[in-house]
DNA sequence: GCTATCCATATATTTCAGATATGAACATCG
DNA sequence: CGATGTTCATATCTGAAATATATGGATAGC
């Protein structure tokens, strides 16, 4: 035969309770298949587990023995649905986040995993900054579970969803004529080289900065590539030239670059949440949706 | 639903084979009611533990989580039945031996308690010496499981063995014209006052040795009363009387009694195994059987 | 495009846990 | 001392649920 959970809660309740009948009633049963399925066992053991007598049963020395080990095989069981249950629900579980060049800058997705390791306790956050592409190659190899990139996604095949459009600042050195005025205008910049990250790194934000300068008349000059879009503020600041950057570079006080906002419409850089295509675990859309939160209670960021 | 160890051998077969198909044939069963019971798992659970493909199935992070405690939970269900076995068998468990006055001192008893060690390294045997009112009322008490008594047993009811019939010695104190001879009969110390045990520690051996005086045409003469048995031999050596003792008393050397065989047909001291009535456990079972077999292979001992 | 393989679905079958009814043994109480 | 109520055991029946059989749909490899 083959031992089964159901064996072992009625010799649990049958010790607990001292006799049958009273087991029986406690597991809303009747006496005798109670004591049918305990003989079936004792056969099977090839033990008496339970001495019986009119004042009710006790337990022969193996099976006192045997009760205790199925009190723990009983409370592990329990261990193993309320992990389950802790899994379906999000509170349990891990998460691999990978962010693009410059989004922990923004206050954002710091703000989000915070919020959700404490509410979350058992669950196990991790972090790390990279660039799309690479997020997007991590995703498919299942490095990371969730990334937050600037579309578009190159390769595979992801589950996208915009976050929100970051405004960007125009970055230029101190000295330079434009550092004086509260507000410049593309145009007063159109000498400066334009020092940009490599196009790879975010398409879309690169070709709305192209964009933009077109829009007010006069095609950049590319300077200096920086590796990444926050390595451009100390390019600024040595002087190479001038950039245009997501907002939240303001906060690198590299000293030698200032940030001006940017007359009319300036380019926007869109931050999106990428996944596998796949239904996401419990704690993955969990993630997601205090994301979301985030950008509903903040605007931006 | 309740969970069950059915579930647990089915996700883990299929985490191991990386299929449902070949974890059913594993499992020697079908596919079609794999895969239904691991779905109404995932149901119940409220989270997909197998991401399935044409390639297999492979387990999500919950599943692979979920299946490591499976593992745990079946292997322990191994080990209860391991125990099990082992109690049935009489491996395991705890006995717990109380032995009657002057009863360790015959090798057979220490021999049988060894062999058992040795052979069952799982079981714990204890010992405890009484005499056999105390070991009787014990009995019965469930202190202990098995007594080495010299019947009949007084009060309650026991399932009685004779072990087997221990010769006896004369104990004369040194100096005494009995110790002189090679082999004394009875009337040559009818003039000496008798020690003796109370009669209730033994009262088949009190007799015994009573009508065996008798049978030598006397009735002795009661001296100073031994508290035990083997009290009786230091009250011989200090020259209170004679004696008459389980041969096993030949190994006190108190130094001034002397032992000497008794000619013609001397009492005999009765051993006998007493259990409680119910059907003994598995290894008190092994243990009378080691008895027995040891009382055939030294025929006294 | 054909075939083999994978998992899902639908239906039938069988097994087995549990309910009901009853019996036997014994303690308690009037 | 017998009546009554407790205990657990036995016998038979019912019903739910696990499994087998048959089939379908999707995809990868040849």
Do not use: W
Not at 53 to 60: F, L, N
Not at 240 to 253: K, R
């Amino acid at each position: 035969m083959n031992i089964d959970f159901r064996h072992l809660r009625y010799i649990a309740a049958i010790a607990e309770h001292g006799s049958f009948t009273h087991a029986a009633r406690a597991l809303h049963m009747e006496q005798p298949p109670l004591s049918q399925q305990v003989r079936a066992l004792e056969q099977a053991l090839g033990l008496k587990l339970f001495v019986r007598s009119r004042q009710g049963a006790v337990p022969t020395e193996a099976g006192a023995e045997l009760v205790k080990r199925a009190g723990i095989l009983l409370q592990m069981r329990q261990e193993f649905t309320d992990v389950a249950t802790g899994l379906a629900r999000g509170e349990r579980g891990s998460l691999r986040v990978g962010l693009a060049g410059a989004v922990s800058l923004l206050p954002l997705i710091p703000a989000a995993i915070r919020q959700l390791r404490l509410a979350l306790p058992h669950a196990v956050i991790t972090m790390e900054e990279s660039n799309t592409p690479a997020l997007c190659a991590a995703l498919t190899e299942r490095t990371i579970d969730v990334a937050i990139i600037r579309p578009p996604a190159p390769g595979g095949t992801f589950a996208i969803e915009t976050l929100f459009e970051e405004p960007t600042l125009l970055a230029v050195p101190v000295g330079h004529p434009a550092a004086g005025q509260a507000t410049v205008a593309l145009q007063d910049v159109a000498q400066d080289p334009l020092i940009l990250f490599p196009r790879a790194l975010g398409p879309g934000f690169f070709d709305a900065i192209l964009a933009a300068c077109q829009n007010a008349g006069f095609t950049p000059q590319l300077g200096q590539e920086a590796p990444q879009i926050t390595a451009a503020v100390p390019l600024v600041a040595a002087g190479l030239g001038v950039s245009i950057v997501p907002a939240c570079l303001d906060q690198i006080h590299a000293g030698g670059a200032v940030f001006r906002p940017i007359a009319g419409t300036a380019p926007r850089a869109t931050l999106a949440v990428a996944t596998r295509p796949e239904p996401p675990a419990p704690l993955l859309r969990r993630f997601v949706e205090t994301l979301r939160e985030q950008v509903r209670g903040r605007g931006a960021g």
